[in-house]
């Protein structure tokens, strides 16, 4: 269970990964030792997954974000595992989820320009059995992005 300091400490973090443990103890209000502690803990429990750098797509070259549907022509064991372990090693899809309602996944996908869908959509998506249909939309801008979880 998460407490308020817990969760201070959470939020101070998700804006600023690589604080110190003096300055995050500071404006959280414990003293250093009792806040690396609870650090510890976090990152022992898994509330803490881990730390990275957000790195920009577009200056990275990866400028196109494309919001893919995914329909499996059958919904059995087989074929969702055969689908989601291909998804896994495919480096285009920067995230994927599991849907209710029409589709049954969805997936982000990054790449260079229409091209380099057009390659993926070819020599990936398109080449496994299991997918029945494929619905494709290109974001044009985006307006909000939030890496951190909200407050609570």
């Given at each position: 269970m998460?407490d ?15 604080i ?7 404006k ?14 976090l990152?022992e429990?898994?509330?803490i ?12 070259g ?7 549907s995914?329909?499996?022509?059958q ?17 285009e899809v920067?995230e994927?989820?599991?849907m209710?309602?029409s589709?049954d ?11 380099g869908y057009?390659r ?12 029945q249909?494929v619905?494709s ?7 909000k992005?939030?890496v951190g979880?909200?407050?609570?």
């Amino acid at each position: 269970m998460l407490d308020t300091i817990d969760r201070r400490m959470l939020t101070l973090l998700q804006e600023d990964g690589r604080i110190t443990n003096q300055d995050l103890s500071e404006k959280i209000g414990l003293s250093p030792t009792p806040c690396l502690r609870r650090l510890k803990r976090l990152e022992e429990t898994g509330v803490i997954r881990g730390y990275s750098a957000i790195v920009d797509p577009k200056a990275y070259g990866l400028p196109f974000s494309v919001f893919v549907s995914v329909r499996l022509s059958q919904q059995n064991t087989e074929q969702i595992a055969e689908f989601e372990k291909a998804v896994e090693n495919w480096p285009e899809v920067a995230e994927c989820y599991l849907m209710t309602g029409s589709q049954d996944y969805l997936l982000r996908v990054l790449t260079d320009g229409i091209e380099g869908y057009e390659r993926f959509l070819k020599q990936k998506m398109t080449r496994l059995k299991c997918v029945q249909s494929v619905e494709s939309n290109f974001a044009l801008a985006t307006i909000k992005k939030r890496v951190g979880l909200p407050p609570l």
